[in-house]
């Protein structure tokens, strides 16, 4: 029986995976407690889960960005060897100490070539290594072999524990194409000339929806009041005014203009999709009323508002 690699799939899955170490080693420098919960290496793409309290900052996403492109054009030598464990945690390597290791580890380690060139005066070799872990997956000889590196997500997957999703060459390239895809579209949509403008455009068709926004809602504010103060209602045993209102209104703002306009009577204003809203004077219970309707509610003593098509029924 012969095992067939894929090639291309292999280096690919090398790239990421030395990728992963990497990108392991710039979060240590920030978040100087955490670790490791769980990561995923696939062809050029990998997926990092990491125990810290907050996600980071844009700032902290282009230095990783920046450092770790860096290491990749430096051209650093990637290291494997077998040792036992108790030498490879004198070496400084990351361990997962949930995990169950052999007597024999195999050490993937990245050294830190400037800093064996010029030493401090330490007698640490803590700072000898860019990057270390115990680690038995492959990898590639050479950090330049990765190409290049970007992030392209970062998330709150559970309590405590932050992901990132990063990818290498070529995916890369993809990712730059697919972003320039989006810009151009944008730039176009804007009728602008060049993304360098899109910055104050959006500023200027920021400040203009702001101001159409303000003037649509004063007028839906008056719209609103008129309805309400018309009248065009009907009355029954259980309310003195029974306003049926548009669907296109905003049931909230309704709610919102029409507390104060009917202190003295029992009001109920609806719309045709059953939203509704029911207005109580002083000494009758609008939650009561309500049960004894049969609509479903939720609100206070002296208003309640809901959607039940019930209401349909009432208004008629």
């Not at 330049?144 to 970062?154: A, E, L, P, S, V």
């Not at 003195?240 to 209102?245: H, R, T």
């Not at 029409?258 to 609008?286: E, M």
């Amino acid at each position: 029986m012969k095992l067939i690699v894929e090639q291309s799939q292999r280096y690919a899955k090398m790239r990421a995976h030395t990728a992963t170490h990497l990108l392991h080693a710039e979060l240590a420098k920030i978040f100087k407690t955490t670790k490791q919960a769980w990561s995923l290496v696939d062809e050029d793409y990998l997926r990092f889960d990491f125990n810290t309290d907050r996600i980071l900052s844009p700032e902290e996403i282009h230095e990783i960005e920046k450092n770790i492109n860096q290491l990749i054009y430096d051209a650093y030598t990637v290291e494997t060897k077998e040792t036992s464990y108790d030498e490879a945690i004198k070496m400084w390597a990351k361990a997962f100490f949930e995990d169950k290791y052999w007597t024999t580890v195999r050490v993937v380690q990245i050294k830190n070539e400037w800093w064996m060139m010029n030493p401090p005066s330490r007698t640490s070799n803590e700072y000898e290594n860019i990057s270390i872990e115990l680690c038995w997956w492959t990898h590639v000889s050479n950090t330049k072999d990765i190409g290049c590196f970007t992030i392209t997500w970062q998330e709150a997957v559970a309590s405590g524990v932050k992901r990132i999703t990063a990818v290498t060459w070529p995916k890369v390239a993809l990712k730059i194409r697919e972003m320039q895809n989006i810009l151009d579209a944008t730039v176009e949509k804007l009728w602008i000339k060049t993304a360098t403008q899109l910055a104050d455009k959006l500023d200027k068709t920021l400040k203009e929806y702001d101001e159409i926004k303000s003037l649509l809602e004063s007028l839906e504010a008056k719209v609103i009041i008129q309805a309400l103060q018309s009248n065009d209602f009907t009355s029954d045993q259980y309310f003195e005014k029974i306003i049926k209102l548009s669907s296109d209104l905003n049931f909230k703002n309704v709610s919102f203009h029409a507390k104060g306009l009917f202190p003295d009577n029992n009001v109920l204003i609806y719309n045709t999709d059953g939203g509704f809203l029911l207005l109580t004077k002083k000494w009758t219970s609008a939650k009561k009323l309500a049960e004894e309707l049969g609509i479903k509610w939720g609100g206070t003593d002296t208003m309640v508002q809901w959607r039940d098509e019930k209401i349909l029924k009432l208004g008629k």
